[in-house]
């Protein structure tokens, strides 16, 4: 089975600050990869990041920074130096090859406001 | 490029109507997700479709919603009759293959209010 776990429901901080998402992920499957999403509250779903499950590496992207960790299966995202347009639902997902389901499993999201 | 497209944006409508969504995914995918999102259930997976064939249905809640893919850029899904606990924001998502690992772009969603 797969899942996906957002503990964090809601974080505030206050603009130029760092921030850390937390996601946990379970699977079975040996392949899979993992995605961020971004939920504006214009309701949309901004694509982040898709990372596969041979990729340890950590990746940068501006002030986005995306740790993968398979040892505690946990793909945590961070903003550096938040901005008030950084105030959004924030969904972790994954996506297993060998299940035979051809979808996403979300987590339930973690809505972070940045305080100007 | 233009990303995927859905219609209306916003709809009300009253108990026992109709409701027909629609989408239009990127050119050039080959594979359309119909997703539900709701505060209680989060983002739950309705139906794909893979090169227009529908692959996995299971996610409709029953008989009252349908889906079609006539072809591949363009996509509706029915709910008949509506109800209110129909209600919800429904998104629709395309990717370039037919694995589930590819990267799903979404739509901005249609905002469904059943009164």
């Known amino acids: 089975a797969q899942k996906v776990t957002q503990a964090q429901t809601e974080i505030s901080v206050v603009e130029k600050e760092d921030v850390t998402l937390d996601c946990v992920y379970e699977?079975?499957?040996?392949?899979?990869?993992l995605f961020w999403y971004k939920q504006p509250p214009s309701g949309e779903l901004v694509f982040l990041i898709r990372?596969?499950?041979?990729?340890?590496q950590n990746e940068i992207s501006g002030r986005y920074s995306w740790n993968f960790q398979k040892s505690t299966s946990s793909f945590n995202f961070t903003i550096t130096a938040s901005q008030v347009v950084d105030s959004a639902v924030y969904f972790c997902?994954?996506?297993?090859?060998?299940?035979?389901?051809?979808?996403?499993?979300f987590g339930t999201g973690t809505r972070l406001t940045v305080i100007p | 490029d233009a990303g995927v497209i859905q219609s209306p944006r916003h709809e009300v409508t009253e108990m026992g109507q109709e409701v027909t969504l629609r989408c239009k995914p990127i050119?050039?995918?080959?594979?359309l997700f119909w997703y539900r999102q709701t505060m209680m259930r989060g983002l739950e997976l309705l139906i794909y479709?893979?090169?227009?064939?529908?692959?996995?249905d299971s996610g409709m809640p029953e008989d009252r919603f349908s889906a079609k893919m006539p072809n591949a850029s363009f996509s509706t899904l029915k709910i008949q009759p509506s109800e209110p606990r129909d209600s919800a924001v429904y998104f629709c998502?395309?990717?370039?293959?037919?694995?589930?690992?590819?990267?799903?772009?979404f739509g901005p969603g249609t905002r469904l209010t059943v009164l």
């Open positions: 479709f893979n090169n227009n064939v529908p692959i996995d």
């Open positions: 998502a395309s990717s370039h293959g037919t694995s589930g690992t590819d990267t799903q772009y």
């Open positions: 699977t079975r499957d040996t392949t899979y990869y």
């Open positions: 997902a994954l996506s297993a090859f060998q299940t035979g389901a051809n979808n996403l499993f």
């Open positions: 990372r596969n499950s041979f990729d340890e």
């Open positions: 050119s050039g995918h080959n594979s």
